[in-house]
């Protein structure tokens, strides 16, 4: 099905046509109504308090043209084409247009929305492909607090971005590869059973194995990091296993896929525990650039964007300096012919661009490595691997513990993530278990399991997502939890509310009636609806989930007001019951879809 024009854009065509046909001077001077943009000759339409949109573009015009705003806003309105769209047009203040739509071209659109199973939204015209990096855990250690935000958000974008259409190749640039593998081999060669998996011990329910995985990395991690502190000829042993992995040694490489294994059944168990997808051709480490190495090298060093300075490869910059006022470089190559971040970072995005055709580049990364990735994208673009503007970091805030510093346990430690989301689902858990008792929800114990998970995880992820990402926000589960405010779980009590009515309505069913008059909360909500398509639009285009968020939760506050003033199932008439149903149900859908993108379920019951 074809897009659907949101009531929005077809009455900008309208003003747009009026203004032409009124003020053909303003179109000579090269003013271009038929522009959505912020130029002087644009109607600059907008939502208003005071009627249904505003167009205010007419006192720019009047300084342009030299007349009067509202002599001008007032010939416009008198040019309005008859549009059944239009109830009604008032000048107002100097100049302003305010534009009131029609009942029944509320309904129509609706209706044209409710009957495409994209709700109306359009797939995106800009070809390209992008290759957004995200959620980087480290192999043989556990995902703690700080790998949220990177995975929640990043999954959030790619779901917003393949919604629409566009071509998304997902990126989790693991860290598997460097000097404390040496470590953790050697003690592996020398010590073969430590990985071995004991019989019975993944017994326990979802997670288990998972938590079983990480309980013998950390044992293999305290053992071997004991030893190589305590023990020369083991440290010694350790580091030249480290050249053998660089080399490729059979022997070393079948251990390090052991680790990298154990990792990965543990990742898979925390990125279940989030809901989120991640798939093995998408985990791409730090050792699948390992061969390009040398070549990023010397395609550097040949082009002189990088020099050698003490021995290392170094890329400078005139405004990257350190306290001491001297160039601080971005290190390559280091003097011992070892490579660091910068190097598998710069081999990713050679081969992004070269080999996966990549025109975007996202990096959902902590904002504290700003400067990194900053110095990274400037010496791809100075090698020509990388085209201005192409890459761009989706930097982050940090979360934060309800005394305003960064998030820890009491002792000092960094919250393991698993932990995290186990106390929201069981604080989830314990909300749906009162509000079934309260409601009289008869739920058997796996329902309300399941119910719970749903809760727990859904409330994690919108506190992440409801903030700006460049935020810092604080980690509250009793607000996260909470049935009122800008929470998740307001939003999924909203749809399961509407789906209880639909229950209850019986034969009746949701029709749309353009003949019924709409009461000032059915139009609200009618209006807002009608912005999902251009809201997902502009988050797209910004990579903002937090406007989505927003957009959903202002739907589900229009919703509860339309509630407490409209009766659905008692409602006057059978075309004003079956018209407010029919706003429930597009309510619910739009809803269900919008959560769906920000990775959050929604129960059709609570």
């Not at 030249?240 to 059979?250: A, I, M």
């Not at 294994?261 to 791409?284: C, K, N, P, T």
């Not at 055709?357 to 090698?383: C, P, W």
């Not at 995290?420 to 689902?425: D, K, P």
Request: hydrophobic share 40%.
């Amino acid at each position: 099905m074809a897009s659907v024009p949101s009531l929005a854009a077809t009455v900008h065509q309208r003003v747009a046509d009026a203004l032409s046909a009124a003020l053909p001077e303003a179109v000579a001077l090269g003013a271009d109504p038929s522009s959505r943009s912020s130029s002087w000759g644009d109607p600059m339409l907008r939502r208003s308090d005071r009627a249904d949109f505003q167009a205010n573009g007419m006192l720019a015009l009047a300084r342009k043209l030299g007349g009067n705003p509202r002599e001008l806003a007032g010939r416009v309105a008198e040019a309005m084409p008859e549009a059944d769209e239009i109830a009604g047009v008032e000048v107002s203040g100097p100049g302003f247009l305010n534009i009131t739509v029609s009942d029944a071209a509320i309904v129509r659109t609706l209706a044209a929305r409710a009957a495409d199973e994209r709700l109306g939204v359009p797939y995106a015209e800009r070809p390209g492909t992008t290759v957004i990096d995200y959620s980087q855990p480290n192999v043989a250690k556990e995902m703690h607090v700080g790998h949220l935000r990177s995975t929640v958000i990043g999954d959030a974008i790619v779901q917003i971005l393949e919604h629409r259409g566009e071509k998304v190749v997902r990126r989790h640039h693991i860290g598997d590869w460097g000097t404390q593998f040496g470590m953790l081999i050697q003690y592996l060669v020398e010590h073969p059973h430590e990985l071995d998996h004991a019989s019975g011990e993944e017994t326990g329910g979802p997670g288990a194995s998972g938590e079983a995985a990480m309980s013998r990395l950390n044992r293999l991690y305290k053992a071997s990091r004991a030893l190589f502190d305590s023990d020369e000829e083991f440290k010694a042993r350790a580091r030249d296993r480290v050249v053998l992995l660089q080399s490729g040694d059979r022997t070393t490489l079948e251990m390090w896929r052991r680790i990298v294994g154990e990792s990965m059944i543990y990742f898979h168990a925390v990125y279940d525990q989030l809901d989120v997808e991640i798939r093995d051709a998408d985990v791409v480490g730090e050792s699948a650039y390992n061969d390009d190495l040398q070549q990023v090298v010397k395609e550097l060093e040949d082009g002189g964007v990088a020099v050698r300075s003490e021995g290392a490869l170094c890329v400078f910059f005139d405004d990257v300096k350190g306290p001491d006022g001297k160039p601080v470089p971005l290190i390559v190559q280091k003097s011992n012919g070892g490579f660091g971040y910068a190097a598998t970072d710069l081999a990713a995005i050679r081969d992004r661009t070269g080999k996966l055709g990549a025109d975007t580049l996202l990096y959902v990364v902590d904002a504290r490595q700003a400067l990194h990735f900053k110095m990274v994208f400037e010496t791809a673009r100075r090698a020509g691997w990388l085209p201005e503007g192409a890459a761009r970091q989706l930097a982050f805030g940090t979360v934060l513990g309800k005394d305003g510093k960064p998030f820890k346990t009491r002792e000092g430690e960094t919250v393991r993530l698993v932990d995290l989301l186990g106390e929201a689902v069981g604080r989830a858990t314990a909300v749906v278990r009162e509000k079934a008792e309260q409601g009289g929800l008869e739920l058997t114990e796996e329902e309300i399991a399941e119910r719970g998970a749903q809760v727990g995880i859904g409330a994690v992820k919108y506190a992440d997502l409801s903030t700006s990402m460049s935020r810092d926000y604080v980690f509250d589960l009793d607000r996260m939890v909470s049935l009122n405010g800008d929470t998740s779980v307001y939003l999924q009590y909203a749809y399961a509310r509407i789906q209880s009515i639909l229950r209850k309505a019986g034969d009746a069913r949701p029709a749309a009636h353009p003949e019924a008059e709409l009461a000032p909360a059915e139009r609200a909500l009618g209006l807002h609806l009608d912005e999902f398509a251009e809201t997902l639009a502009g988050v797209a285009e910004t990579y903002e989930p937090h406007r989505l968020a927003a957009y959903l939760y202002q739907l589900a506050s229009l919703y509860t007001t339309f509630y407490d003033r409209c009766p659905v199932i008692r409602a006057e008439s059978e075309a004003v019951r079956e018209n407010r149903l029919f706003l429930c149900d597009l309510t619910a859908r739009t809803l269900r879809q919008g959560m769906a993108l920000l990775g959050i379920r929604t129960p059709e019951r609570l």
